[in-house]
């Protein structure tokens, strides 16, 4: 009984020490680098590699081209979901708003989840708004587009007709209402915003005064602005929509008709997958949710995994094109980003 009171805080200590091991080892580089060619080592034994190159040599250029093509109008698309909540604050002209989309693209992806994307739209247009609202657009804009790919995501699941298909719908139905709930804190009506805020004050913090504060009431005033939150939101559905008809377009390519509920379904548990913390970017992870998807569907492993290799290359062209608009210089204007 004596000894208890120092056993419990070694023994406190010793789970802390092996929690902070296991999480340090999860995230080591060593891991992710194993982990990411395990997944890609099983994704290779469940496909001929004969039949892929085979699939690949048959392959329709003229319809990858045009699926290119379509890709672009999901930039503009895109564009236009954060440009229309930007310009709902400042007047800012298209030219310069997608000068400066095009230059996130690349950090969009290469870093997981977009968030080297999400760090240059920031601090570019801060320069015009001020940190807190060019933060709260940009947020805004995300919550849109989860919001648009959660609904379509839970249309698709309506269609699926698979042994899964029950999961598939709970899990769009969680997403959307998820994901609506988060959307929907912009339009939380002023007394309430009011009584959080003076909340947030009361920590006495400056980081809280100056930064989170000016942050929830950015994105409460463009709660407001109810024509410009369902023009993003219209975008945003009109950009994943097109974007599903462009990836019909690879999968037809390939011999392969791939219904659009199928690629509703995949997109959003594949792109969760970003977030494994055991491959790098959720490589061979992604890869493989897609394929194991788009077979229900009736397709070949090797038609899959063939869609899976285009829609990883899907947006290369456009990284091009992210290196080529740093090259355009960009104006300047009088509002600070830290302000």
């Known amino acids: 009984m004596k000894n208890s009171p120092t056993l419990e805080p070694k023994q406190a200590d010793s789970e802390s020490k092996s929690r902070s091991f296991l999480s340090g080892l999860l995230s080591s580089k060593i891991v992710r680098i194993g982990g990411t060619l395990c997944c890609l080592w099983l994704i290779a034994r469940n496909v001929d590699a004969t039949r892929i190159l085979h699939t690949m040599q048959n392959a329709r250029m003229d319809l990858i081209l045009v699926g290119w093509l379509v890709t672009c109008c999901v930039m503009i698309f895109a ?13 800012i002209g298209w030219g310069e708003l997608s000068i400066i989309f095009l230059r996130m693209l690349a950090p969009s992806v290469v870093l997981p989840a977009g968030i080297g ?7 570019q247009i801060s320069r ?13 804009a995300r919550m849109s587009s989860a919001f648009a790919m959660a609904i379509l995501a839970f249309a698709g699941a309506t269609r699926v007709h698979a042994s ?21 804190v912009a339009f939380y009506p002023d007394d309430l915003v009011e009584k959080f805020v003076a909340w947030l004050n009361g920590w006495n913090k400056k980081f809280v005064s100056t930064t989170i504060v000016p942050f929830v009431l950015a994105i409460h005033e463009i709660g407001k602005k109810k024509s410009a939150v369902f ?68 397709i070949s492993s090797e038609q899959a995994g063939v869609i899976a290799l285009l829609v990883d290359i899907q947006m290369v062209p456009f990284m091009v094109l992210s290196a080529l608009a740093w090259l355009i210089p960009q104006k300047q204007d009088s509002v600070p980003p830290t302000s």
């Open 231 to 298: 023009m993003s939101l219209a975008a945003s559905l009109l950009g994943w929509g097109t974007n599903f008809a462009a990836l019909q377009l690879f999968a037809v390519a390939v011999g392969a008709v791939v219904p659009w509920y199928f690629f509703a379904v995949a997109l959003p548990l594949s792109l969760i997958s970003t977030f494994a913390p055991f491959v790098l970017g959720g490589i061979g992870v992604r890869e493989g949710i897609l394929m194991a998807i788009l077979m229900q569907s009736g």
């Open 164 to 184: 899964w298909s029950g999961v598939a719908l709970a899990s769009c139905a969680a997403y959307m209402l998820a994901t609506f709930a988060i959307w929907s």
């Open 79 to 91: 564009t236009a979901e954060w440009g229309i909540i930007v310009r709902s604050i400042k007047r």
């Open 128 to 140: 015009h708004l001020g940190a807190a609202n060019a933060t709260a657009a940009a947020a805004f």
């Open 117 to 123: 994307g999400e760090a240059v739209r920031i601090y």
